[in-house]
């Protein structure tokens, strides 16, 4: 059965550094594409950032760039996304999400909160 577990997230203040991880079983993670999505109040679901299976960064959202790392473990099955100077604008849910590569089918993470506030 495919899981994606994400940890990591919470309340932090402005300024703040959280790194979140998501840990996969269930299908063959190192050859699989991976992002993480953020979703607002509000808003649409959009991507932060994407990797591929040899750990190449692939997109980065602009409004993260030079701020969010995103990297993997493929000998731990585990996907994390280093967030530094966190504002209150990066305040959503937090998606991990795979894409396999036997039939290229999508699973999402159940999604962890990051609130910045003060």
């Known amino acids: 059965q495919v899981q994606l577990v994400e940890s990591g997230g919470g309340l932090v203040q402005p300024g703040g550094s959280v790194r979140l991880s998501c840990v996969a079983s269930?299908?063959?993670?190192?050859?699989?594409?991976m992002s993480w999505y953020r979703q607002a109040p509000g808003k649409e679901r959009d991507v932060v950032a994407s990797i591929d299976p040899s750990g190449s960064v692939t997109n980065v959202a602009v409004l993260v760039k030079g701020r969010f790392t995103i990297s993997r473990d493929n000998a731990k099955n585990t996907l994390y996304l280093q967030m530094n100077d966190l504002k209150p604008e990066d305040t959503a849910v937090y998606y991990c999400k795979a894409v396999r590569a036997l039939r290229g089918h999508s699973y999402w993470g159940q999604g962890t909160q990051v609130t910045v506030s003060s």
């Open positions: 269930g299908f063959t993670f190192s050859t699989s594409v």
